[in-house]
């Protein structure tokens, strides 16, 4: 149960202390690519930065106890936890205006090897979500391709992308998706400024509301990426987003009077932000971000 | 039934059960895109996201806009409604001193239909369009109006009608004479109303008509020079554009600023986006010149 009124909101908050404070803090450690997306959970800071390990194209659900967590408190049983405002501010002599998203990641898939390099259609190991999910069935999910160590040429085509709907009907990805050359880490290999590019998230057919479940992929077509470089997929459900025009600047957002409101960070979310660089954000460039957060019940 | 009957509803959408998209855009006018304070651009002729439409048809020939030059936007299914939750925009200046881009006046609109390449040197002749493409979205052209784009640059000075089919269905409507502006570069909107320096998006109609359906000719009456796309959009929702965000600069100052626009708290009434829409932004630029300078934001769409 979350809150029932203003006067329950401020009573819980206060008299209750049921609320607390995020302060999450990353450098960006390598200068990024004007018009893409950055995950910057691969980048150092507090919390540590997450290296995705795991063996390639099998699943590894996340949740606040992983490698590279924002700690939130803990499970707060029959309660709900909520946002109550966000701040931001990005420091850099490039890059601005940033455009900042959180999500909440159920999962990723580490691509590793060969399955980064080949052309071949790669089959994906993991348990479709089912009710019991953070969100039920991947209700609201989406799926991205990151950057964990960069790979070398490219960048191939996304020529087969197939899931589950929330439904568990399998259905395949309506476009073909390009990636970038030489994607530096963090960036999401699919996004930028150039035909075929889609960002955030890659394409769902048509109707569907979320991913159940990840199967297969294919890089094929374009140039392949050669070198030791690693991809991770990530399976993420969006739950705000912050503009952050320029550099220096602290943005804040309240979501108790927005719509919809106070943004729910279920038990066990495995939160983390995405970042849109208009311009190539420079190296060692700062993110600082705030998050005020409280339960009710 | 398709659409929200109450704010539950709507929340219920946009957060639990998966019917929210975000779709972002960066538009990037080149560095010849040198426009004038006051003068309309529209931001789909210039690079980035979405892809740039050069409205490269037969001369004259009705086409509809290419749906990859416009806001990405989630397939829906056919029960089911889509609405403009939430637009947020911001605008990068050039560079660490740009403020020409400040200031821009935005229409986010849906790009119908257009007929490219009439000859604004063509004094005279009546240039009748082709094609047997009609509007596919506000199909009887109520509340549908006229943007002529610039494709080549202009000299400027010139002066043009439009002859047209009227949302009523009656052909052979006709424009006041539209004055155009001294500088065009391509993206431009080359209309003004009574005189060269009046710069609107929008081309006036005859009295009394609320709408296009369709072009039938334009004729020139005063050579202008360049060649322009008349291009058919129904106007969706205004924005802005405020403070140039600039990169720190020598004395350590930066600026800029972020528009956002609610629909249910800020503006009530979300519009209804119709399928296969094609979703664009005008700007006005109230200060100079937007060359170089990116538009930056996204829209949130929610559907039920």
Request: aromatic share 10%; net charge neutral; proline share 6%.
């Amino acid at each position: 149960m979350g809150f029932t009124s203003q006067d329950d909101l401020i009573n819980q908050m206060t008299t209750n202390g049921k609320r607390d404070n995020i302060i999450y803090q990353k450098t960006i450690d390598v200068a990024q690519v004007a018009a893409t997306w950055t995950d910057l959970t691969t980048m150092v800071g507090i919390p540590g930065a997450d290296t995705y390990a795991g063996t390639s194209l099998t699943y590894v659900p996340t949740d606040d106890t992983s490698l590279g967590a924002i700690y939130h408190g803990g499970n707060v049983a029959n309660a709900t936890k909520h946002f109550m405002n966000v701040g931001a501010t990005v420091t850099a002599a490039a890059g601005a205006p940033w455009i900042l998203m959180c999500v909440d990641q159920l999962g990723y898939i580490p691509v590793t090897g060969a399955d980064v390099t080949g052309t071949s259609q790669r089959t994906i190991t993991m348990t479709a979500l089912d009710g019991a999910a953070r969100y039920a069935a991947g209700v609201g999910t989406r799926a991205c391709i990151v950057t964990t160590a960069a790979p070398t040429a490219g960048g191939p085509n996304l020529t087969e992308f197939t899931y589950k709907n929330v439904g568990g009907t399998q259905h395949t990805c309506p476009v073909t998706v390009g990636n970038i050359a030489t994607p530096v880490k963090g960036a999401f290999t699919h996004t930028g400024a150039a035909a075929t590019r889609y960002g955030p998230f890659i394409p769902l057919a048509a109707g569907d509301t979320g991913i159940s479940d990840i199967e297969t992929f294919t890089f094929n077509n374009g140039t392949a990426y050669t070198g030791s470089g690693t991809l991770a997929i990530c399976l993420v459900k969006p739950l705000f987003v912050l503009p952050i025009p320029s550099s220096g600047s602290f943005t804040m957002t309240d979501f108790v009077n927005m719509l919809p409101s106070m943004p729910r960070i279920k038990d066990g979310a495995y939160l983390k932000f995405f970042l849109f660089n208009t311009g190539a954000t420079s190296i060692s460039a700062p993110v600082t971000i705030s998050l005020d957060y409280a339960y009710g019940g | 039934m398709a659409g929200f009957r109450n704010i539950r509803e709507w929340c219920l959408s946009a957060s639990d059960d998966g019917k929210n998209y975000i779709s972002m855009f960066r538009k990037t006018p080149s560095a010849s895109t040198i426009t004038v304070a006051g003068q309309w651009f529209d931001y789909g002729v210039s690079s980035g996201i979405p892809l740039a439409n050069y409205y490269a048809a037969a001369p004259g020939t009705a086409t509809y806009v290419d749906a990859k030059s416009g806001l990405n936007l989630p397939s829906i299914l056919p029960n089911e409604k889509l609405f403009l939750s939430q637009l947020t925009t911001m605008t990068r200046g050039a560079s660490p001193g740009t403020i020409t881009n400040e200031q821009q006046l935005l229409f986010l609109c849906d790009y119908l239909l257009y007929y490219p390449f009439f000859d604004m040197d063509d004094v005279g002749t009546i240039q009748t369009t082709a094609g047997s493409n009609t509007l596919t979205r506000y199909t009887t052209g109520l509340g549908v109006q006229m943007v002529v784009v610039g494709q080549a640059p202009s000299a400027g000075g010139g002066r043009y009608t439009i002859t047209y089919t009227n949302s009523d269905g009656v052909p052979g409507r006709v424009t006041p004479p539209c004055y155009c502006p001294s500088q065009a570069p391509v993206g431009s909107c080359v209309a003004s109303v009574g005189a060269a320096a009046g710069i609107t998006p929008f081309v006036p109609l005859q009295a009394g008509d609320k709408g296009v359906r369709s072009v039938q000719s334009l004729t020139v009456e005063i050579a202008n020079g360049g060649l322009v796309a008349v291009v058919l959009v129904k106007p969706i929702q205004m924005g802005y554009a405020n403070e140039s965000s600039r990169e720190v600069m020598a004395s350590g100052v930066s600026n800029g600023d972020a528009t956002q626009i609610d629909r249910i708290t800020m503006m009530a009434g979300a519009p209804e986006i119709y399928p296969n829409a094609v979703l664009g932004f005008l700007s006005k630029t109230l200060t100079g010149t937007i060359a170089f300078c990116s538009l930056v934001g996204w829209a949130t769409f929610v559907w039920r």
